[in-house]
């Protein structure tokens, strides 16, 4: 019996050993992508009108998005997993990049979730024709199989409910950042002083000052 438990442990140890095996490799490439050139500037961040819409809960599928003025289909770009292909635009900008590494928490962990659930199934199906003599349907590994697998479906309701909206307050916050750096340098431009002065040949004419 205590052989049996531990054969039981061994056989979960073992799929939750591939699943973060394969969640690292996934983060890996995405940092990888990461190294792409970053552009200088970075206009209006503009999402395709079906992931505008997405909302609590959503698909968990890639974003598209584009700095097109007036998109066309073709103008949108996949953002990546983990919103790796987005990040270049963010540069310098803390709060877009914090619900961008928000984003990629909740898709690594998604990314997890989906993996034991998965290796769990395996798991359980292999222990059907385990027995040379019989089919098994609810032996000690397929419990445990059954139960990580429940545990996994639980976690994904509670890993995907605001993943989607972490990376549309990304965008938002980039959008709102060069809003409010463009009105800044409008308030610089704008005159400190405005009244009247008279031409050298006696016209009035418009006096504007500024502080320097």
């Known amino acids: 019996m205590i052989y049996h438990r531990s054969s039981v ?56 998005f584009t700095l097109a003025q007036r998109p066309t289909e073709a103008d949108y770009q996949n953002a990546g997993f983990f919103g790796q292909r987005l990040r270049p635009y963010l540069a310098g900008e803390p709060d877009a990049l914090a619900a961008l590494n928000r984003y990629r928490r909740q898709k690594t962990l998604f990314l997890a979730e989906r993996v034991i659930f998965v290796g769990t199934v395996g798991l359980y199906g292999q222990q059907v024709l385990s027995a040379p003599d019989r089919q098994q349907y609810f032996n000690n590994t397929q419990k445990v199989a059954i139960g990580v697998a429940a545990a996994s479906l639980l976690s994904n309701i509670f890993v995907s409910r605001n993943t989607n909206t972490h990376f549309q307050r990304a965008v938002e916050a980039h959008n709102a950042g060069r809003t409010a750096s463009g009105t800044s340098l409008l308030q610089q431009l704008r005159p400190t002083s405005v009244g009247l002065a008279a031409s050298a040949t006696g016209r009035p004419m418009l006096a504007l000052g500024w502080q320097l």
């Open 9 to 64: 442990c061994s056989c979960a140890l073992r799929v939750f050993g591939h699943a973060l095996l394969v969640v690292l490799c996934w983060a890996g490439l995405g940092q990888q992508a990461q190294a792409q050139q970053v552009p200088t500037t970075a206009g209006a961040i503009r999402l395709s009108p079906e992931d505008q819409q997405r909302g609590l809960n959503g698909v968990q599928k890639n974003f598209y």
